[in-house]
């Protein structure tokens, strides 16, 4: 039987490890500091924000009903996300419909996956480069160091950090990081102290799938660290290794089952799954090798980062740059075979990144994305490979260059995050940097027919309308403007009760509707209180209002909110909602002991 044995030290040295706690909070202040104006971001509706959250009908506080919802819907979207449900709904709790609040969680992901890709860094050093057996002397902290400053600095992390959507993906790679470290920290281990450990990394890792499957391929990832950590240390068996496998197939096969089932029961909402008339098989090949082939060489040429792009709206495998994706994906991988033996850690890193980026090849999908989200696992493999690569130069003045080198790099990184960032910062922002960058036809006009939704749904009626009407004269057939043009028609079906209120502020009024009639008055206030964000002479909201605070013993301020709806009312409230009101203040009134009020309200809505 193993005994619990002391993990190996990871620093040589104190200085090493103070060295180690010094750029750990560096690199999190400025991470931080430069991306702390996302706080000040709101919601992206271009950008599901209003589906996830503002106008989501089953989002809220955490409740018994709500977690019921959240672990056993896959029909809402086309992912099984239970975890990540309970993210925006912990947020709601604390933080209701205030963007601030899931902006900060998002920020806070962030920097948390900053400091974990820094000790995932410093473990892979310590367990896979040679002549480390007394732990990372200081250069060794300052790679580390480096290649992780490299990832927390570089844009493909504005997607993941300014969006509140995008918090899907910051929560499950902060699972992922912790279960990755966890099996790092389990190499050397023995005994209880090395069960503990894989029992953790497992259930991290069934967390972030359930927070959203980014990580289906990890397993296999981690099938080749095993291997690559028996060559070095002969004593632990390798089928050991991967017998313990089976704990993280059990809930990867679960959620790709759960997931797959969802894609194809969600047909009607996101489009049927393409069959090989719609997605041949060639192109099927042609879209994964450039897929692979984007997330190697993207990263050292992030210009142009858009939330959209349009490479694979409409390609041919036989068109150039398919052919050098897969020719690029058939010679490395042919590479790795042929030194498997001589240079394992090469077919390691490739065939384990080719597993990480299969989820992301878009097989279901067409059209599909490379989407700058998706290489937030991919590059942290990038990082650490440089990490290794960084801790084997020798020669001081060298290392001197390569740091000197590497700050540059990352300074124009984080210059290039910053200008970023205000892409992000809104929907008319975002629109107007997407629409210079997108050549493909089709998504542009689906990309402005959105905008336009979303220009007459804030209340630039008369300008979308007219728009919409010259877009549908040129071509009627035109699917986004289409669409818009039955939301211009459902507005005008109930102008006569609403008038010119924004159509927004309307279904912010009509969500909180349906939230009162299930008692779930918090909800209900905070969507009326969107709704008058929007539109502050939104009269009947105003009137909502007042009775849901008056639901939630507020009669101070249902009163002030009645008087609002009565001074912006046009026509003027009935005489019977006037005496409901007074009627159910004075209830509340009475039951509260606050006969004054009461009194006061009495007297004033008399006049």
Known sequence: MQHDTPPAPLFSTQGAERLFWLLAVLILLVAVALNLRVLDFGF?????????????????????????????????????????WLNFSATYEFGGLDPAAYHAVGLF???????????VTANVIRIFVPARSAGLGTWDVAAAALATAWWTFHPFRVETTAWV??????????????????????????????????????LLYTASLLTYPVALGVPVLLVGLDWLY?????????????????????????????TVAARFAGAGTFGVVPGLRDLSLADRVAQSAYVAAYYVWKPWWPTHLSPLYDTLMSFSAAQPLFLASIAAVAAVSVYALATFRSRPAVAVTWFGYLACAAPFFGLTEKPHMASDRYGYFLTVIAATVLACLLCRIRPRAARAG????????????????????EVWRDDRAQHHYVASLIRNPELLDLFTSRLLILEFMRGNEDYAAQAVAERLKADPTDEGYLKAAGIIEDKRKVASYYGRTSLVAIVQEQTSYAYAKAGEYREADDHLAAALAADPAFFQASYARAGVLLDLGRPRDALASYLDSEHSASPALTRAQRRDFIIRLEHVCDARGDQRLAASARAALSR
């Open 44 to 84: 992206l509706y271009l950008r599901d924000d209003d589906v996830n959250v503002t106008v989501n009908p089953n989002m809220g506080g955490l409740s018994v009903a709500r977690l019921a919802w959240m672990f056993t819907d896959w029909s809402y979207v086309r992912r099984y996300i239970p975890l990540g």
């Open 109 to 119: 992901l962030y920097g948390a996956n900053s400091l974990l890709v820094l000790a």
């Open 165 to 202: 959507s995008g918090n899907l993906y910051g929560q499950a790679a902060l699972l992922l990081l912790g279960s990755l470290l966890a099996y790092l920290r389990s190499y050397g281990a023995a005994g209880r102290r090395r069960g503990a450990l894989i029992v953790l990394s497992c």
């Open 230 to 258: 028996t060559r070095s240390h002969a004593q632990v068996p390798f089928r050991r290794l991967l017998a313990e496998k089976a704990a993280f197939l059990v809930p990867l096969a679960g959620v790709l089952a759960v």
């Open 402 to 421: 390569a740091c000197a080198l590497f700050l540059c790099v990352v300074a124009a990184l984080g210059f290039m995050t910053a200008r970023q960032l």
